[in-house]
């Protein structure tokens, strides 16, 4: 999914400041560099939030931005922690974590409707009344999700902000010595054998293709901060390719998402509405096997993408990139 912004001039700003850290250099203290990344992740949390809040009905994206976001900012903090007094990175864990369940909640039922809208210019006309009926549950259950993302006004204001100044004023109070670059080589190194570890297991059990999903953003996030320790050609490269690894796992994520929230509506609509599940029964059962078809389709893209990492020696050269910062 893309992290491109909309036409917000703001928006851009903000796009365009925290997605790469390439003015941070190998060699500068690794505190230094805590106060600039974090400094840069968790302010565009807090400018994204009003987007989010009182304009997401003029450009959806916002919500998807401010998830995408709070991941950035959420990586940071692990990054960084131990730069972060316990009080401080406590707190902005806890708020990171809420405005990010809340807004994936408005986000994934955009994600919803998108799928549905996708598919209704090719629906039959057995299928229609379905997706009729899909569009708008879809569109009642964001506008549930919107109400309860809007309830973290508060966060905006006073109590986010205070908790990102005083996480940034806890980074004066317990200074490390060591240099980015030594940080970066055991941290990098670290995220690659647990990416490596956990694609070999058996990832017919969706959970375990999962994990791997949630490694290879984490994976991704850190090259975005400790890109200026590597050569130029390291983002028309390596990233690339772990960037297109996402994007096949994300979609595997929506489908495996979707088979899960059709599976609630057919239930429901069964037990509370039998008179009326046949008339959405043909649109339903197509989209569940469209997506049952789907899932296994991306787990074998993304061990199709894993065989070329390996065999093509991207993997190799970005170890070999590590072992050269």
């Known amino acids: 999914m893309n992290d491109n912004s909309g036409d917000e001039p703001l928006t851009s700003k903000i796009m365009a400041d925290v997605k790469w850290m ?23 949390v807090a400018e994204r939030l009003p987007l989010a809040l009182h304009h997401a009905d003029e450009n959806r994206e916002y919500v998807h931005q401010l998830r995408v976001s709070t991941r950035r900012a959420g990586a940071a903090v692990r990054i960084f922690a131990e730069c972060l007094a316990t009080k401080s990175q406590r707190k902005v864990k806890r708020s990171l974590k809420r405005i990010r369940r809340a807004a994936g909640a408005s986000r994934d039922w955009d994600v919803f409707q998108e799928m549905i809208a996708g598919r209704m210019a090719k629906a039959t006309a057995p299928q229609k009344p379905a997706f009729d009926f899909l569009l708008g549950l879809g569109q009642g259950q964001r506008a549930a999700a919107q109400v309860h993302l809007a309830e973290l006004t508060d966060l905006v204001d006073d109590d986010f902000a205070t908790t990102v100044s005083d996480a940034l004023a806890s980074l004066d109070e317990t200074p490390v010595h060591e240099t980015f670059r030594s940080r970066a080589i055991p ?9 490596d570890e956990a694609a070999a ?20 996030y850190a090259m975005e901060i400790f890109a200026g320790c590597f050569e130029e050609g390291f ?33 429901r609509l069964e037990m509370t509405q039998p008179k009326a599940w046949p008339r959405y029964r043909t649109g339903i059962q197509a989209l569940q096997r469209a997506h049952q078809r789907r899932l296994p389709e991306k787990r074998a893209e993304f061990l199709t993408w894993w065989t070329t990492w390996q065999s093509s020696g991207m993997e190799k050269q970005f170890e070999a990139m590590l072992r050269s910062i």
């Open 201 to 220: 297991l058996d990832l017919n059990d969706y959970e375990k293709l999962h994990q791997v999903r949630i490694l290879g953003k984490q994976l991704r």
């Open 187 to 195: 941290l990098m190194t670290n995220l690659l054998r647990e990416l």
């Open 22 to 44: 390439g003015d941070l250099s190998a060699a500068m203290p690794f505190s230094a560099a805590a106060k600039h990344v974090l400094s840069l992740r968790l302010r565009a």
């Open 235 to 267: 983002r028309e490269t390596t990233y690339p390719a772990v960037e297109e690894m996402q994007e096949i796992l994300g979609d595997a994520n929506d489908s495996h998402v979707a088979l899960q929230r059709l599976q609630e509506i057919r239930t």
